[in-house]
């Protein structure tokens, strides 16, 4: 297969990595990369294979689980400290659902929003909580 081939597949599982986000082929890549660096020592298919192999195993099943709840903690520190913050609603959207959507500036990015209680362009809000990437909002 040779150092080329692993080259190229790192950068297609980096790639891959940024399209479909999962902490899965971040991994790959990077078994990938450390196989190309052997492989250019090594010209055997099957052993740059089982290295590869191995590599990734490795670290998807240590490193992936450590790395998903460190970022899980920090994203969750950052739902703790942002609830109670007040924002502005900038547009309504749809009022006509029993969960009403806004659109509302916080961060300096345009957000939606979404509430069971009606509010008006202008009016200030609470940040309640975070749902995905909506935020939950309440009276203040």
Do not use: C
């Amino acid at each position: 297969m040779g150092a080329i081939f692993w080259a190229v597949a790192s950068v297609i599982f980096a790639v891959l990595e940024v399209v479909i986000p999962g902490l899965v082929t971040i991994w790959l890549a990077l078994a990938a990369l450390i196989t190309t660096f052997f492989a250019s020592f090594i010209h055997n298919r099957i052993m740059e294979f089982l290295i590869f192999s191995v590599l990734s195993l490795i670290f998807v099943i240590f490193t992936r689980p450590v790395l998903k709840k460190y970022i899980k903690g920090r994203t969750t520190a950052f739902n703790a400290q942002m609830t109670g913050s007040e924002i502005v609603i900038e547009k309504v959207v749809n009022v006509e659902k029993s969960r009403k959507e806004y659109e509302v500036k916080f961060k300096g990015s345009i957000w939606t929003g979404v509430s069971e209680e009606f509010f008006r362009v202008g009016d200030t809000v609470k940040i309640k909580g975070f749902e995905g990437n909506k935020i939950i909002l309440e009276k203040r």
